[in-house]
């Protein structure tokens, strides 16, 4: 491995690793809430078969859930401090706060010039500090911006939105919401000049579109919706900016979107895929089940049942929403009598 030759030393962990991994899971605890807020997409190239548990089965071969936090380091001693304590300490004009507050970027060397990374950007970065399992490489890489499996996993993510901050030859640290101790570091020695997603024309957008739903789909075959949701919701991204109405594609997308969201227990950000996809054709049967699922998990349990009548009177066999009806009508009648125990003793 080429040497460094720059002063960013790895710090010691003297951490057990059973006590390492639970402190990993504390400290991603809050980055993950936040990230998780954000839309990613689902396979509907896969026919993605219907079935009635949302978290099991609403798609065939139901994957395993990624878990997000395995792996992280840190010290758990350092990392009960709020966000607002911790730029107390440091200088204000040293910190970066990514705008969807997934992480704190602490700038250690500033680097020169205007120029960011973009889009097909090639960097080459010195990068230590990353836990084991993350994906990422310890030591000298080259990384490029969009492109890559570098990119699906949770790390993978974070740098990437770190890189696309930092000018040439920065340093810098990143650290997650209410740690103070830094977890990854980085520096950005060069990189290649690359493109806005508003310099690319239609057609270079609706290749790396499908480029980035093939590889969702291959990531939710694999059990990984997680991965393929960060692939959907990049797809879509580079969708939206085409002109309306869009290529048929969105559709697609927001509904395999909606079924990953409903495997990560995210039923809010499902039923606002769903949404979307129904504002383009109202009678997409699998949008309208998987928000009658999200529904229910929402407990709004009216519009979960309007929902799956629907599909009902579409597809009467459909054994899917059957049974998830059957659900909700007895989670409406305990309901119900939960409400009917609580009057009696108010009048009693």
Request: charged share 25%; proline share 7%.
């Amino acid at each position: 491995m080429e040497t460094s030759p720059v002063s960013l030393m790895k710090e010691k962990d003297t951490a057990q690793p059973q006590q390492r991994e639970e402190n990993a899971q504390r400290n991603l605890g809050a980055a993950t809430q936040v990230r998780q807020q954000s839309p990613g997409p689902t396979p509907e190239t896969l026919d993605l078969g219907v079935k009635a548990d949302p978290a099991s089965r609403t798609v065939e071969n139901p994957p395993k859930i990624e878990n997000p936090v395995a792996g992280f380091e840190g010290d758990a001693d350092k990392c009960h401090v709020s966000t607002n304590a911790m730029a107390d300490r440091l200088q204000a004009s040293d910190l970066w706060y990514c705008p969807d507050g997934s992480f704190v970027k602490k700038i250690i060397v500033r680097g020169h010039g205007l120029d960011k990374p973009k889009l097909g950007s090639q960097c080459r970065v010195l990068a230590l500090g990353f836990p084991f399992g993350s994906g990422m490489p310890e030591g000298w890489a080259e990384l490029t911006i969009g492109i890559g499996r570098w990119r699906e996993k949770t790390w993978g993510e974070l740098t990437e939105k770190c890189l696309e901050s930092m000018c040439q030859g920065e340093e810098a640290e990143i650290r997650l919401p209410g740690c103070s101790a830094p977890l990854v570091k980085l520096r950005l020695d060069s990189f290649t000049k690359g493109r806005d997603s508003w310099e690319l024309d239609a057609v270079e957008k609706k290749a790396l579109a499908k480029e980035e739903h093939a590889r969702g789909t291959e990531l939710f075959r694999a059990g990984n919706p997680q991965g393929a949701a960060r692939c959907y919701g990049r797809a879509l991204r580079l969708l939206l900016t085409l002109p309306p109405p869009g290529p048929p594609e969105q559709t697609i997308l927001y509904s395999n979107l909606a079924a990953c969201q409903l495997l990560l227990g995210q039923p809010q950000l499902a039923a606002q895929s769903c949404d979307r996809v129904l504002e383009r054709e109202p009678g997409h049967l699998k949008a309208l089940y998987r928000r009658g699922v999200a529904q229910a998990a929402l407990g709004n349990l009216e519009k979960a049942t309007a929902d799956l009548k629907k599909v009902l009177a579409a597809d009467p066999q459909n054994r899917a929403a059957q049974e998830e009806l059957g659900r909700v009508v007895i989670q409406g009648k305990k309901q119900d009598a939960g409400l009917a125990r609580g009057l009696r003793k108010m009048f009693s």
